[in-house]
């Protein structure tokens, strides 16, 4: 019910924008498909798609595992192996962004050579290890709370049946934990897919910087910027029908 | 030390912060005795049975199981192969059937093979009479059932050593029987046993020797003709009277 909601006021929201068309204020013949200038116009913003799409899933990859290296230290009984783990989080958490993803794509070249080891980073992935190092700390805390959320008798009970420390998360405590987290980290993904706009501004081609590019020639902020905005939507909401299937399929809609 | 002595607790200290739980607790087991442990909630119990396979850390004294002391290095590692355990809220693992419960620490933990893993696992499961639940769910079974899945569970490690922690004290009361059959049957087949549990009748059936702790320390042993005939202590009578008088 809620979906097809959500897909009427979409559609009613771009009927009215189509409406005010006719007073002069908006110029919609930018994005008009039947112009041709309308149309290679549409391609071309279109065109930010794959890279979004490509940015964010990498990104959510990397983050999910770098989230886990992080969170499972942060779980142990000694206070020592805890510390990297919670420093990381800390830090990690503090620092917005923008500033990182600057960090990344211009210092960490330069640190990286004075170390010895002369790297090049694109934006491609400039802005991956920045989405990824920045989500994982997001990451690492979803996986601590459903990993804790698993009753302390299943891991007594894994390690009395002679399974290690890692068989026991493999096998007994991952299979149940992934239920519970499997909600917050779909949401995290959509996250990214909405911090991978902030790729733009180190010259990454997705779907914000091509909006950027056509504004400056075209100059209709309003209509291109109006577009962008329903391109997010579109893949956003296309992620999250993925995420109710896999939810469903998962069972992590049911009590237990 | 004696040859067929299993379990040796030595002057065993423990304390979780300001609470002392376990205040110089001495017990030695013999292959194949059966030791009963009873008490007053918070008395320590449970603690003690779960610092015998690393469940527990203890802060001072020592426990060897089997030769192996539990402070070498990779010591409890082999103390867990050697003893199993049952516990008052079974902990079987939800998201598998009851015979991939069986299955998965001899698979991984033994590296048998699945065929082997799942023969050896309808064996136990005829043991405590339940093969055709073998499918299941847990979530399933009822309680007793659930908890001689997990009696089997740990049987199918083969170990030399079974522990259990009130086995019975999460159960309705019309399923209490079944598990203590499986259990008197365990008993009968020479398993050396130490179980927490406030069951007498069971007790009094297949205990060796009852040990009666009270405020973190071994108060009073004794063969159940014994204690329950006469009991050395006031602390332990007044115990035994609370939960005998109905």
Redesign the interface.
Known sequence: MTRFFKIWILLGACLFLAACSGDGTWGWYVIDPSTPAGQSNIWFLVGGFWATIQLSLIATVLSMTLGLLVALPGMSSNRWVRLPSRVYIEFVRAIPLLPMLFWVFYGLPVVMKSLGFPITIDAFWGAIITLAISDSAFTAEIYRSGIQSI?K??T?????????YS?TMR??IL??AIRRILPPLANQFIYIVKMSAFASVIGMQELTRRANELVVTEYRPLEIYTLLILEYLVLVLIISFFVRWLERKMGSDEN? | MTADRVIEIASLNKSFGDFQVLTNVDLNVSLGERIVICGPSGSGKSTLIRCVNGLEQYDSGSITVDGISLSEPGGVDRVRAEVGMVFQQFNLFPHLSVIDNLTLGPMKARGLSRKDAEAQAMEYLERVKIPEQARKRPRDLSGGQQQRVAIARSLCMKPKIMLFDEPTSALDPEMISEVLDVMVELARDGMTMLVVTHEMGFARKVADRMVFMDGGEIVETGTPAEVFEAPKTQRFKTFLDKILQH
Not at chain 1, 156 to 164: D, F, I, K, N, P
């Open positions: 009753p008798g299943q007594e009970a894994a390690r009395t049946v002679g399974l290690t068989q096998y007994v299979p149940q237990r």
